[in-house]
């Protein structure tokens, strides 16, 4: 969620990095091209296992079984890139965190997204170097954080600021925040060129058992009953319009992984790794995957509250104007899915 200037001036750059970089978007054509639904939906996730939903749902061919093809595929580091992906076209629903759907939303007056599912709770942590034991040994120090104005670095930015500490967007103040990619966080942490981490897993477990790294706190510890989106399913409004269907045998995709993973951990846990692998070239090591899957709750329950209070500490913090959510969320289809499997039906709220 990019809340600085310049979003729509990056879009055609992002697009083409996106088609690229990901190499499986570039034949996905369009209705005039392909017709229909014929055309294979195209889907966003970051190589994270706090979006072990789609990564499962990818690997396990979950998402083809219910889609009748499988999805055109783009990752990201962070969330907004994700989202200039999504308002240039070059996909049509990507998982991401609720600070990045929040801003498409304020970006878009609400004309271009809406929230259709949770995917995970949890598994963010502040990582340390020994010798930091509280909040006030962080001035001076450099933490970093996957992007400006994506989840992670709201969230640091807005803690510091609740414990008397300022943080500015450009790098100023009591504590200089770093926003950079994740695997090279694991870079930088190790050589001393940062002092810390506000980040998800697996990065969070690895710099805890690779590199010596202290956990000084868990995101879940500020909110209530340790519950807090950390990913959600977004999806373009217009082709939410145009591909109904396709957006119900999506979720119907996210319901089946999501079962798989939490009735199924260990079996999980290894397809996850498997995906892991094919994005980075290297599996983690067992401990690692372990830790994490240990910090993360996969739900499709999107946390709701989570979100809305997120946005008030964006707005406090100064990376998001005041914004109206009324209607983030369209949960219909999720809820029809969720009731036709006899399961618990899932609030806006």
């Not at 790098?171 to 930088?188: F, H, R």
């Amino acid at each position: 969620m990019t809340m600085h200037r310049g979003l729509r001036g990056r879009i055609a750059a992002v697009a083409l990095t996106v088609l690229v970089a990901a190499g499986t978007l570039g034949a996905c054509g369009g209705d005039e091209e392909s017709g229909g639904d014929a055309a294979p939906l195209r889907l966003g996730y970051f190589p994270n296992i706090t979006h072990a939903t789609a990564l499962v749902g990818v690997e396990k061919g979950i998402f083809a079984k219910h889609l009748g093809a499988p999805p055109k595929t783009a990752t990201f580091n962070a969330g907004p890139a994700a989202v200039e992906a999504l308002f240039s076209g070059a996909i049509d629903a990507t998982f991401v965190g609720p600070n990045p759907s929040i801003n498409a939303w304020s970006k878009s007056h609400g004309k271009a997204v809406h929230i259709i599912s949770g995917a995970a709770s949890g598994g963010v942590s502040l990582v340390v170097k020994p010798g930091i034991k509280g909040v006030q040994d962080l001035r001076g120090k450099r933490i970093a954080t996957p992007q400006l104005g994506n989840t992670q670095d709201v969230a640091l930015r807005y803690w510091l600021k609740k414990n008397g500490l300022t943080a500015n967007k450009d790098g100023s103040g009591d504590v200089k925040v770093v926003p950079q990619e994740n695997a090279q966080t694991l870079q930088t942490f190790a050589q001393g060129d940062v002092d810390g981490a506000w980040v998800p897993e697996p990065y969070a477990s690895r710099l805890i058992l690779e590199n010596k790294g202290e956990r000084l706190l868990d995101e879940k510890s500020l909110w209530p009953g340790g519950k807090f989106v950390i990913t959600n399913l977004l999806v373009s409004q217009e082709y939410e319009k145009k591909h109904p269907e396709q957006v119900e045998k999506l979720l119907q995709g996210v319901v089946e992984a999501t079962d798989f993973i939490n009735q199924s951990k260990a079996d999980a846990e290894k397809v996850t790794n498997d995906a892991l692998a094919k994005l980075s070239g290297k599996p983690l090591k067992q401990d690692v995957l372990a830790a994490a899957f240990k910090e993360i709750d996969f739900t499709t329950d999107p946390v709701a509250s989570s979100l809305v209070a997120g946005a008030a500490h964006a707005e406090e913090i100064g990376l998001l104007e005041k914004t109206d959510l009324a209607g983030i969320y369209n949960l219909a289809p999720l809820n029809g899915v969720l009731k036709a499997g006899g399961k618990a039906q899932v609030s806006d709220r």
